[in-house]
Antibody, heavy 124, light 107 residues
Framework: EVQLVQSGAEVKKPGESLRISCKGSGYSFTSYWISWVRQMPGKGLEWMGR????????NYSPSFQGHVTISADKSISTAYLQWSSLKASDTAMYYC?????????????????WGQGTLVTVSS | DIQMTQSPSSLSASVGDRVTITCQAS??????LNWYQQKPGKAPKLLIY???NLETGVPSRFSGSGSGTDFTFTISSLQPEDIATYYCQQYDNLQFTFGPGTKVDIK
């Protein structure tokens, strides 16, 4: 079974750093991109960025560029989302998702499956 | 960047009703449009990819159509378990964009 399992909920203070993880299993981890998606409380889905685990190439939504870092360790089939200095406005549910579709998405891509989500709460 | 709109933002229908949601892209995206279902407290789930392809295991009452800038998602006979928010999503030039979502509940 193809699965993405995310790390557990986090409670942090403003200014602290954080790294959350997403471990893939049941498929070749380096054959599919991994994306991260934010969902703020009561709001919709926002794509943050993606990584190609085979070479760690990343690209980000302009809304998140410079605010977060996406990385991956292909030796343990795990992708990461990292903040160096959290803000209260980073409070949200964060999902990872495998990117499926045409090679390099030249003819469309979609997200399947999704991880279960990691709730990040930032509060003083 | 391509912007996505969805309508309506919410709807209430009876069990057995036909439900239709529309999604519009700000420019031509061919058929590169996908639909997801998110039930309360759960991760999103892929239902339809490339505008009209039903993901394996998804009930046939769900369907999608359209190309270019205008797309439609249909539930042919609404069931109680279909209570959820539905999102469209497109990919273009290394950027993914979701629509704002349509919340569906039972009347």
């Amino acid at each position: 079974e193809v699965q993405l399992v995310q790390s557990g909920a986090e409670v942090k203070k403003p200014g602290e750093s954080l790294r959350i993880s997403c471990k893939g299993s049941g498929y070749s981890f380096t054959s599919y991109w991994i994306s991260w998606v934010r969902q703020m409380p009561g709001k919709g889905l926002e794509w943050m960025g993606r990584i190609d685990p085979s070479d760690s190439y990343t690209n980000y939504s302009p809304s998140f560029q410079g605010h977060v870092t996406i990385s991956a360790d292909k030796s343990i089939s795990t992708a990461y989302l990292q903040w160096s200095s959290l803000k209260a406005s980073d409070t949200a549910m964060y999902y990872c998702a495998r990117v499926r579709g045409s090679t390099s998405c030249y003819a469309g891509c979609w997200f399947d499956p999704w991880g279960q989500g990691t709730l990040v709460t930032v509060s003083s | 960047d391509i912007q996505m709109t969805q309508s309506p933002s919410s709807l209430s229908a009876s069990v057995g009703d036909r439900v239709t949601i529309t999604c519009q892209a700000s420019q031509d995206i061919s058929n590169y449009l996908n639909w997801y279902q998110q039930k309360p407290g759960k991760a999103p789930k892929l239902l339809i990819y490339d505008a009209s392809n039903l993901e394996t295991g998804v009930p046939s009452r769900f369907s999608g159509s359209g190309s270019g800038t205008d797309f439609t998602f249909t539930i042919s006979s609404l069931q109680p378990e279909d209570i959820a928010t539905y999102y469209c999503q497109q990919y273009d030039n290394l950027q993914f964009t979701f629509g704002p979502g349509t919340k569906v509940d039972i009347k």
